[in-house]
């Protein structure tokens, strides 16, 4: 199928048929049958699909080393072509959600790589926490803003698919929120951004698990979680509410800051100058490279630039120069 799209056949035509993870995918859910043969997948019909299926088979048998099994898994979705990662994620969720299975935190982490795309190195008001495959705009078996992976199979397929399965199990994973390890509260706020949220569901309990949460960094993690659906599925109370949140000077320095990059995020409105001064007062050096550790901010970095400042410069001070091209220009 790669080979035949990248010579310009028909994208559409291959909607529905066995080369479509979204087919795939919808075949397995709503959730991996107790009888399913594991094998019976059709793992070989999608780039390195027979990697995906070793490592997932892995992380299943409670086998070790489960950092090589995982590395497959996030490093083809690093390389761009993340198709049969997106085949594995309703293999992947029961595994997350098992309070008792050994390897649940890094089958959750790995959750999130094929139900996002084009978004490393993203930092600007117009592309940060953005959805690509917007049904409004396009239509579902033609061509979005995801392009293509190196593989040459549509990226807006592989993340639709993730997407889906990750929408399936909302209820499921919903509860992670809570859990007692604040790794998982946080990668679960990364997984539920990607799902589709029409009823407000997963907004209503991001805010619910805000109310109550103790922990800076994971009040920021739901603050970037609730931005990212909200841009997603509109809500203006929400953006009110962001706002609020980067305006409280009690509230914690990671909070606040989540909360005015989300904000930058759903306004077209000009930058406050109570803003601009927040954002340059508490996002300095040694905060930035603390808040690498919530997933959004370590998608946005670039060479020599943590993600939180990419950020503030992308946002706030695009006239600055961009640290990644002076780096790539004094080689020369």
């Known amino acids: 199928m790669c080979r035949k799209v990248t010579d310009g056949a028909d994208l559409g035509s291959f909607s529905e048929g066995p080369f479509d993870v979204r087919t795939a995918v919808a075949g397995i859910l709503p959730k991996p049958r107790p009888g399913l043969d594991f094998d019976a997948v059709p793992w070989g019909n999608f780039p390195h699909g027979h990697d995906v299926r070793e490592a997932v088979s892995l992380l299943r048998a409670d086998g070790e080393p ?11 979705c690093a390389d761009d072509s993340r198709a049969a990662v997106a085949l594995a994620v309703p293999f992947l969720i029961p595994l997350a959600i098992n309070a008792h299975h050994p390897h649940r935190t890094a089958a959750l982490a790995a959750l999130s790589g094929p139900a996002r795309a084009r978004h490393h190195g993203v930092a ?16 579902p078996d033609t061509h979005d803003d995801y392009g293509y992976e190196v593989t040459g199979y549509p990226a807006g397929w592989s993340v639709a698919a993730a997407r889906a399965a990750i929408t399936t199990a909302t209820t499921a994973l919903l509860p992670l929120l809570g859990d007692s390890d604040p790794t998982v509260r946080v990668d679960a706020a990364y997984v539920l951004a990607t799902a589709a949220d029409p009823a407000h569901t997963i907004r209503t ?49 990671e909070a606040r800051l989540s909360a005015a990059v989300g904000w930058l995020c759903l ?3 000009s930058a406050p100058e109570e803003l601009r001064r927040t954002v340059d007062t508490l996002a300095d050096n040694e905060r930035a490279h603390a808040m690498e550790a919530l997933p959004w901010m370590s998608a946005a970095s670039g060479t020599n630039e943590p993600g939180l400042l990419r950020c503030r410069r992308c946002m706030l001070h695009p006239e ?8 790539w220009d004094s080689l020369f």
Not at 66 to 76: C, E, F, K
Not at 234 to 245: A, I, Y
Request: proline residues 8%; aromatic residues 6%.
């Open 66 to 76: 489960v950092m090589d099994a995982t590395g497959v898994l996030w490093g083809l």
């Open 124 to 139: 600007s008001r117009e592309e940060f926490l953005l959805h690509r495959n917007d049904p409004r705009r396009h239509a």
């Open 205 to 253: 309990a991001l805010a619910n698990g805000f109310a109550t949460e103790s922990d800076a960094m994971v009040r920021a993690a739901l603050l970037l979680a609730t931005a990212e659906i909200t841009r997603a599925h509109p809500h203006p109370p929400t953006v009110k509410w962001l706002r609020e949140r980067w305006h409280d000077r009690a509230e914690a320095p």
């Open 267 to 269: 306004t077209d409105q």
């Open 320 to 327: 600055e120069p961009d640290p990644e091209e002076v780096f």
